[in-house]
């Protein structure tokens, strides 16, 4: 079976951009969590879908939203781009909500 | 608020010299407890799921165990090719989000 695929692989956008990331989880999967990680502050939870449904947020604000098409794949967008914002952003998938995640290899987002 | 908290945050090992990660957690009904283990410019790999205090899963060196408040994992005789940042997260309650500690980096030297 492939794995969570994720694109693009890296990505360098300047700051008040917006950005789209998209993900395609593994075939039979329909729960898609996406995740920020960075030096410090390490892994953090942005939001969960689940059958096209976004069934869990993170406290991230609302510059960051996303969405599950009916395949499951998924797509999370970040508008107004701040520095900050720079980090791996890391898609996850799973066969429902109460099973481990499977993690893509991630999209390097730089905000220059 | 789930909480993971991770020790030590380095750990440097000769090959074949076996020592413990430990993740120590607080968390509203425990669904359950995650060992990844991630490669630098990678996303993490599962390793093993833990659901109840008790319970041990074993996977080549590898070996996880839980109890009500922490979850340790040994490494036995590892290799080099070990070395790699372990992360530890939990899932609870009604919410099904994962809350991840900040890992241990692990470094075995040949």
């Known amino acids: 079976k492939a794995g969570v695929t994720q694109t693009p692989r890296y990505l360098i956008k300047t700051r008040g951009q917006q950005v789209t990331l998209s993900c395609s989880p593994i075939s039979g999967h329909r729960s898609v969590s996406w995740y920020q990680q960075t030096p410090g502050q390490g892994l953090q939870f942005l939001f969960e879908y689940f059958s096209e449904t976004q069934r869990n947020k993170g406290n991230f604000p609302g510059r960051f939203s996303g969405r599950q098409f009916s395949n499951s794949r998924s797509e999370m967008n970040v508008s107004t781009l701040e520095l900050g914002d720079s980090a791996l952003y890391l898609c996850a998938s799973s066969p429902g909500q109460v099973n481990e995640q499977y993690f893509g290899p991630g999209t390097r987002l730089t905000v220059t | 608020e789930d909480q993971v908290t991770q020790s030590p945050e380095a750990l440097r090992l000769q090959e074949g010299e076996s020592s413990s990660l430990n993740c120590s957690y607080t968390v509203s009904g425990l669904r359950g407890l995650f060992w990844y283990r991630q490669d630098p410019g990678k996303g993490p790999e599962f390793l093993f799921t833990l659901y109840s205090a008790g319970e041990e899963k074993e996977k080549e060196r590898l070996k996880a165990t839980l109890t009500k408040k922490e979850s340790f994992l040994h490494i036995t005789a590892p290799k080099p090719e070990d070395s790699a940042t372990y992360l530890c997260?939990?899932?609870?309650?009604?919410?099904?989000?994962?809350?991840f500690g900040k890992g241990t980096l692990l470094t075995v030297n040949p």
């Open positions: 997260a939990v899932q609870g309650g009604s919410n099904y989000k994962l809350t």
